[in-house]
C-alpha cells in the first residue's frame, strides 16, 4: 500500500532540505521521492541531512515539471498555507492520512506535493490537485520547514496505515463498486481532458480565452472531486469529439 504513494518536492532550493524530507519519509515506512527542478541535487548537504536515508535519495526521480512528477498519479494532494481565489477542497493533516491510505488500499497511485520553501505551490501547480492539504500551524509563527511538512502528513499517513492494518478494506467490504481505483483516470489523462475540454469551449465561443473568469479553474475544482473513471473520461471526451463536430457544422452535413 505505501509503495503507491510518492512525495513530490517543486523546485527545492536547499539541498538540506530535501535530505530532511527523504528521512522524514523513511521514518514513515513511505520510499518513493520526486524532486521537480531542484536547485541543488545530489549535494553533499542533501546527504548529510538525510542520516540514514541514503537510498530515498539514490533512488529519487528528477524531473522538469510537475505534470511529468504525476504522470500516472489518480489522486494528488497538495500542501497549501494561503487562502486562495478560488475555494478548492480541503483536507487537514489527519483526513489527508484517512483519504490517503483508502484510496492506497484500492490500488490508486498517490502523490503528496510540497511547495517551494519560500512561496509554496502557484496557483496553476495547485489546481492540478485534487485537495489541499493546510497544517493548521500557530498563526503567529505559521511557517514550517518543508522537511517537518512532510514529516507531519508521512505520519498522518502512517498512523492511519497502521489503524487499517488487519481491516477489511473499503473495496471488500462494499458488495459492489461503482468504481475501482485501478480504473479512475490518470492525472495525465486528466490534463488531456482539461486540453480538449478548453478547446471545445472556445471553439463554440462559451470561453473567451482573453477573458477566461477562472472557468476552467472552476471546472478542474468541479472534475477534480469527481473520481472520474477511465470509462467515464471516454464518454465525456467523445461528448466534446461530437461538439467539435457540431461547431464546425458537420453533423449537419452528415444528416444532409
Given amino acids: 500500500m505505501l509503495q503507491n504513494i510518492r512525495v513530490v518536492l517543486v523546485n527545492t532550493s536547499h539541498p538540506g532540505n530535501i535530505g530532511g524530507a527523504a528521512r522524514a519519509m523513511k521514518n514513515m515506512g513511505l520510499s518513493r521521492l520526486v524532486l521537480v527542478e531542484p536547485r541543488l541535487f545530489p549535494h553533499h548537504e542533501a546527504d548529510a541531512r538525510a542520516s540514514g536515508a541514503g537510498d530515498i535519495l539514490e533512488n529519487a526521480q528528477v524531473v522538469a515539471t510537475l505534470e511529468d512528477a504525476l504522470v500516472g498519479c489518480n489522486l494528488v494532494l497538495g500542501t497549501s498555507a494561503r487562502d486562495r481565489r478560488i475555494p478548492w477542497p480541503l483536507l487537514d493533516p489527519r483526513e489527508c492520512g484517512v483519504k490517503v491510505v483508502e484510496e492506497a488500499g484500492q490500488g490508486a497511485e498517490i502523490a503528496l506535493v510540497f511547495g517551494r520553501e519560500d512561496s509554496g505551490l502557484t496557483n496553476e501547480e495547485l489546481q492540478r490537485c485534487h485537495y489541499h492539504v493546510h497544517i493548521p500551524s500557530d498563526p503567529e509563527f505559521s511557517s514550517l ?23 477489511p478494506s ?38 473567451d480565452p482573453e477573458k477566461p473568469r477562472h472557468l476552467m479553474a472552476r471546472l478542474r475544482r468541479l472534475y477534480g472531486r469527481s473520481s472520474v473513471s477511465r470509462a467515464e473520461m471516454n464518454i465525456l471526451r467523445g461528448i466534446l469529439t461530437e461538439t467539435q463536430k457540431a461547431a464546425r457544422g458537420e453533423l449537419l452535413k452528415r444528416k444532409d
Fill in 145 to 167: 520547514n518543508l522537511g517537518a511538512a512532510v514529516q507531519v502528513l508521512s505520519y498522518e499517513v502512517r498512523m492511519s496505515w497502521l489503524a487499517a492494518q488487519g481491516q
Fill in 170 to 207: 473499503k473495496v471488500e467490504k462494499e458488495e459492489v463498486a461503482s468504481t475501482k481505483s485501478g480504473e479512475l483516470a490518470t492525472m495525465d489523462e486528466l490534463e488531456r481532458f482539461y486540453e480538449h475540454l478548453e478547446q471545445t469551449l472556445v471553439a463554440i465561443e462559451f470561453l
